[in-house]
């Protein structure tokens, strides 16, 4: 009886392989292809205050291993460098509960690799509920 259950899920296997659809690779490879990007793009409201945005932004920035080249936590910014492109990531208020991050580029040439943006705000969103400790 083993032998029949195994030999039927090996044809099952073997006939119904794991496949990638050809949309998914395209999407895979426009992460990392230069090409224009929206200014909508670039723009993302979330539900948390702009402090603790600040913070994301930083972290989700060093975590996709981008060079900090300064932060500015009075005004709310935040100056990297990407794949040899500089971007300023602006934080501000919308309301006491949300805040807004816009990533743009410093030369306003908006021909780059949209992953530097998606990865910066899928980031935050996966570590929004996260809580800020104080490291002694």
Same mark, same amino acid.
């Given at each position: 009886? @083993?032998?029949? %259950?195994?030999?039927?899920?090996? %044809?099952?296997?073997?006939?119904?392989? $794991? #496949?990638?659809?050809? @949309?998914? %690779?395209?999407?895979?490879?426009?992460? =990392? =292809?230069?090409?224009?990007?929206?200014?909508? !793009?670039? %723009?993302?409201?979330?539900?948390?205050?702009?402090?603790?945005? $600040?913070? $994301? =932004?930083?972290?989700?920035?060093?975590?996709?291993?981008?060079?900090? !080249? @300064? /932060?500015?936590?009075?005004?709310?910014?935040?100056?990297?460098?990407?794949?040899?492109?500089?971007?300023?990531?602006?934080?501000?208020?919308?309301? #006491?509960?949300?805040?807004?991050?816009? /990533?743009?580029? #410093? !030369?306003?040439?908006?021909?780059?690799?949209?992953?530097?943006?998606?990865?910066?705000?899928?980031? /935050? @969103? $996966?570590?929004?509920?996260?809580?800020?400790? =104080? /490291?002694?």
């Amino acid at each position: 009886m @083993e032998r029949i %259950i195994v030999l039927i899920l090996a %044809i099952f296997m073997f006939f119904c392989p $794991l #496949t990638v659809s050809a @949309e998914e %690779i395209v999407d895979l490879s426009a992460l =990392t =292809t230069s090409q224009n990007v929206k200014y909508q !793009d670039c %723009i993302k409201v979330f539900n948390t205050d702009n402090v603790h945005l $600040l913070y $994301l =932004t930083v972290a989700s920035v060093n975590a996709n291993r981008f060079k900090i !080249d @300064e /932060i500015q936590s009075r005004n709310g910014y935040v100056l990297f460098t990407a794949v040899g492109k500089q971007f300023l990531a602006s934080i501000s208020n919308v309301n #006491t509960n949300q805040g807004m991050l816009k /990533i743009t580029p #410093t !030369d306003d040439n908006y021909y780059f690799q949209p992953g530097v943006v998606l990865n910066i705000f899928k980031y /935050i @969103e $996966l570590n929004l509920n996260t809580k800020l400790e =104080t /490291i002694n």
